[in-house]
């Protein structure tokens, strides 16, 4: 939400989180497995673009589905400032999945041990446990907060779209 109150229409928000889902697949099947090693590939900054690059078909095909489906449950009960463009656009798509993948790999180092960003090139984690899981927490949800409240001010004054 920090990111979107910066970027505004140039980040979409929906690639954003299109982005998280598709990232955590990984660990998610390998929880079920009960594999040792919860993040491989997908949770490396190469791994990151490789998972941008492939959830960039399947944001782009479902875009106009998921566009059509919010501005059906907002409508008559939000501002039309909030609605989604029906049709997504290349560049806030593109930053949108980018910035998703790599700040999840930027935050997950923090948090879990079995993680190497660096991959191929290097198999350290240095911010691994750099702060703590609480001050994350804490910094995670204080910066959403924060972001909310300038994106729904930024929103209130423009009414601009993105
Ligand atoms: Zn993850």
Redesign the pocket.
């Known amino acids: 939400m920090a990111l979107k109150a910066l970027a505004g229409r140039h980040l979409s928000l929906v690639a954003f989180g299109g982005a998280q889902v598709a990232?955590?697949i990984e660990?998610l099947v390998r929880m079920l497995r009960d594999d040792a090693v919860l993040?491989g590939p997908t949770?490396t900054y190469a791994g990151a673009l490789g998972v941008a690059v492939l959830a960039f078909p399947l944001l782009w095909l479902s875009y106009a589905g998921m566009a059509r489906v919010w501005n059906g449950l907002i409508d008559g009960s939000m501002r039309p400032a909030w609605r989604m463009p029906s049709r997504p656009s290349v560049l806030p798509v593109v930053s949108g999945l980018l910035l998703g993948t790599f700040s999840?790999v930027a935050i997950?180092s923090i948090m879990h041990a079995d993680m190497r960003p660096g991959w191929p090139f290097t198999d350290t984690n240095p911010t691994y446990a750099a702060i703590s899981i609480s001050a994350l927490h804490t910094g995670c949800v204080a910066v959403g907060v924060i972001g909310i409240a300038v994106f729904a001010l930024l929103r209130s004054r423009t009414g601009s779209r993105g």
């Open positions: 990232i955590d660990p993040h949770h999840h997950d």
